[in-house]
C-alpha cells in the first residue's frame, strides 16, 4: 500500500475523533503571517517589549490575514490546542516589519525579516514560480532559467534563513511535527537539519504539465524532502503521483470555522453598503478576492458589462486588496495596485462608473453584512487551487458561479450546489450571470445545496483528517 | 649547581617548543592553501596528520634538551606503534582508504553501484566498509576493496554528479553563505546541466564547524577535475570573505 489516500470526499457525522495522538509539539511554516503590523512595534510605554497580541489593538496595530492558508491554519492550530492533541504551537512565517516573536491565541509566532534589497528578489523569484506553477506565464524562457538566475540566490536566502529559525526553535523545543505551507517554503523540507517528520501541503494548483520542464529534477529533490504531501483535490494529487513524488500523497479539502462566520445586525450592514454607494434597491453580485490578474476580476467586469443594461439595478462589488506578497509592509510587489488600476480603467472604458465597486479590504464583521447583502457570488479566477470563497458563501447561505478551473470544481453540481463556466468563454459567462441573476429558485436550490457541501469543508473535517494524517506520520 | 645550568635548557626547551608551534601553524596554513585545491576532508585529515609530527618532533627535541634521554620514549612509542598497526592493520587499511574513496571514488550513499559482483544501493559509508543494499540482503564491501576492485556506479546519469564537500566555521552565517555560493556558481552555469541547479546541502554541525556538501550536475565530464578545483577556490575566497566580515563585525562589538 503507498498510503496515499483521498481525505476530503464524504460528509461525516459526530464529534472529533483525536485519534489518540496528544501533547504534540508542532511547528508551522507559511510564508504569510497570521497577523500583519500596521506600524513598527516598537516598547510599550512603560518600556518593556511587546510578547502577546493581547498588549496591542486590533485594527490601530495589525490585521489578520484574510488569505485561504492563515484562514486555515489558525482554526486547526486552536481546536489542536484546544483538544490536547497540540500542546505547543509555533508559528514562523515571513514579516518584515514585525516584532520578533510574538504570542497569540496560544501560538508563539516567530517572524523572519529580510532587508529590502534580498526581499525585492525573492519578491520577483516567487512572482515568477507562481505564475508559472499556474501556467500562465507570459515569459517561459524566464521561468526554465529561475533556479540559476542571479536573483534566486536571494530567494533561498529567505529560505534558508527561515530553516536555521526552525532548526533554532527545535533545538529549544524538540518539536515532534513540522508542517509547511506555501509553494515558496517548499526548499525549507530539505533545508531541515532534521530526521522528524515534515508535513508539506501545497495550495496551489498541482498540474505538472504546465510546469517549465527544467523545474521536474529540482521540484522532485525538494519534493522528496517529505515524508508526506497534501493537495487539495483528486485531481492534483494523480498529477503529483505522475509527477514523480515518492512519498505519501494526501488529498484533503481546505476547511474553514464556520464559527467564525455570523450575520451581521442589519444597521451594520446598512452603515457599510451606505459608505460603499450600495441603495437599498440594488442587487449585488459580489466578488471576494485578493487584486491579482489571477483572480479574473476583469472577466467579472467583462461579463457584467454584457447584461448591466438589462438590470438597471445591478452593482458589481469588488472585496480585496493585494495580497501580503503585494503590500508595502510585506513582500512589496506592486502587482495589487497595478491590477486595480487596470480594473478602473476597464470599468471606465465600459461606463460601468458607480456599477461597479470596489470595496477594498473589508473586515470579517464587513464581509459578513455584504456576503449577507448580495444576491449571489461569483468566484472568477483563472486558474484557483481550490476557492474556500464558495465555502464561505455557502456558510452564508448563497449562490456562487464558479470558474471551472478551480479544485473545488470536484465537489460541484453544475446547476445543484453552484454553477459552473469557462472563464474565457466571455459570452457563455454572461448568459450564466443573467441567468442567475433572473432565477431565484435556482439561486435558492443551489444554497441550500451548497450549504449541505460546505460540510466537507468545515473544521470539524479538517480537524479529523488532520489528527489522523499527522498520527499516520507520527504515531500514537 | 648553576641556576644557569637548569634555566638555559629549560629556556632552549621552551623556544623549541614555541618554534615547533609555530612551524605547525605554518604548515598547516601551506597545507591548507596547496589543499584548497583539492577536497577539503583530505585536507584536514593531512592537516591533522603534520601537526602531529611536527608536535612529536618538538616534543622529543625539548625532552633532549632538558636532558632527559628521548630514546626509550622513543622506542616505546615506535614498538605501540608498530603494535597498533599489526593488530588494526585491516581496519587501518579500510579506514585510510574511506578517505581516499570520498574524494575519489566516484559514488556517494543512494548510488547503485556494482563491485566485486555485488550490485546494490549504497545505504552507508563508514570509516571500516561501505554497506550495499541488494535485494534484501545488506552487503557490507570493506573500503579497501573499492580502492583496488573496480566499481561500475549504474546510477542514472551518475557521471554528472560532484559533490563537494566544504566544512567552515561553526560561526559562519550559513543563509548568507550559502547566497554567495549559489551567486558564485551561476558564473559557473554553463558547466552545469540546467535542469539540476546547485544544491548546498547542511550535513552536520558541531560547536567547531559546520559541514555541507555542495551538489552539482556537470555537462562535460572531462571538465569535472577543472571544475572541482574552480568550485573550491570560489568556496576558498567566499569562506575568506565571510571570515573577514565576521572579524570586522567583532571588532565593531
Known sequence: MDGNEDLGSGPSEGAVDPSGVSGLKICVNT???????????????????????????????????????????????????????????????????????????????????LEKGRLANYGKVKEIMWKAAHGTTTDAITAEEIFMSDDFPDFSYYDRLTAEAINRLDKETDFDLFYLHDFQQLQIGHMLNTLKPKMYRWHIPFD??????????????????????????????????????????????????????????????????????????????????????????????????????????????????????????????????????????????????????????????????????????????????????????????????????????????????????????????????????????????????????????TIDEGLKAETKIIKELVGG | MDVLQVLVPIAYSAIIIVATWIMARFLIIIIRRLMGQSTQMLGAQ?????????????????????????????????????AVIVAIRGPLENFGARYFTFGYVPFKVGDNITVQGHSGKVIEINSISTILLSHDHVVSIPNSTLMKETVVNTTHQAWKAVSVPIVVNSEIDVPAFESEVLKSMNKLRYHFDDRFPPILSLVSRNRQSTELVLNLMIRNPEKRDAIINEVNKRIEEITANAKKTRKQSQQKQ
Not at chain 1, 490536547?84 to 516589519?97: C, F, K, R, Y
Not at chain 1, 474556500?388 to 449562490?399: F, G, N, P, T
Open chain 1, 31 to 113: 510564508q504569510t503571517p497570521l497577523i500583519w503590523f500596521t506600524h513598527e512595534i516598537g516598547p510599550l510605554d512603560d518600556g518593556t517589549k511587546v510578547t502577546d497580541l493581547s498588549q496591542l489593538k486590533e485594527g490601530d496595530d495589525y490585521n489578520y490575514s484574510s488569505g485561504g492558508v492563515t484562514r486555515m491554519v489558525l482554526p486547526l492550530l486552536k481546536r489542536m490546542l484546544s483538544d490536547g492533541t497540540v500542546s505547543e504551537a509555533h508559528w514562523v512565517s515571513l514579516n518584515p516589519s514585525a516584532p520578533e516573536t510574538i504570542k497569540a491565541d496560544g501560538i508563539t509566532h516567530h517572524f523572519v525579516s
Open chain 1, 208 to 457: 505538472y504539465s504546465t510546469f517549465p520542464e527544467k523545474w521536474r529534477e529540482t521540484f522532485i529533490t525538494y519534493f522528496n524532502s517529505y515524508d508526506m504531501m497534501i493537495v487539495s483535490s483528486s485531481k492534483y494529487l494523480e498529477s503529483l503521483k505522475e509527477f514523480g513524488y515518492s512519498g505519501i500523497i494526501k488529498k484533503l479539502y481546505p476547511y474553514v470555522d464556520p464559527s467564525d462566520y455570523s450575520v451581521p445586525k442589519p444597521e451594520e450592514t446598512s452603515a457599510l453598503c451606505e459608505r460603499l454607494g450600495i441603495t437599498n434597491g440594488d442587487e449585488v453580485i459580489l466578488v471576494v478576492a485578493r487584486m491579482d490578474p489571477m483572480k479574473g476580476q476583469d472577466h467579472a467586469i467583462s461579463a457584467f458589462a454584457s447584461i448591466f443594461g438589462k438590470y438597471p439595478s445591478l452593482k458589481l462589488v469588488l472585496v480585496g486588496n493585494g495580497s501580503f506578497s503585494s503590500s508595502k509592509r510585506g513582500v512589496g510587489l506592486s502587482k495589487g495596485e497595478k491590477w486595480r488600476a487596470d480594473l478602473e480603467t476597464q470599468v471606465q472604458k465600459l461606463g460601468l462608473e458607480g456599477r461597479v465597486i470596489f470595496a477594498g479590504h473589508l473586515s470579517q464583521q464587513e464581509l459578513d453584512s455584504m456576503y449577507e447583502r448580495c444576491l449571489f457570488t461569483m468566484l472568477p479566477s483563472v486558474k484557483e487551487g481550490f476557492g474556500l470563497v464558495v465555502v464561505e458563501s455557502w456558510l452564508h447561505r448563497k449562490a456562487c458561479l464558479i470558474t471551472d478551473r478551480a479544485g473545488i470544481t470536484e465537489i460541484i453540481k453544475d446547476g445543484e450546489n453552484g454553477m459552473l463556466f469557462n472563464p474565457d468563454d466571455a459570452a457563455g459567462m454572461a448568459e450564466k450571470l443573467a441567468r442567475m441573476v433572473e432565477d431565484r429558485g435556482l439561486r435558492k436550490l443551489m444554497a441550500e445545496k451548497g450549504s449541505e457541501s460546505a460540510r466537507l469543508c
Open chain 2, 46 to 82: 593531512i592537516q591533522r596528520l603534520v601537526w602531529l609530527i611536527v608536535w612529536l618532533v618538538g616534543i622529543i627535541l625539548a625532552i633532549e634538551e632538558v636532558g632527559v634521554n628521548p630514546t626509550i620514549l622513543l622506542l616505546i612509542v615506535g614498538l605501540l606503534g608498530v
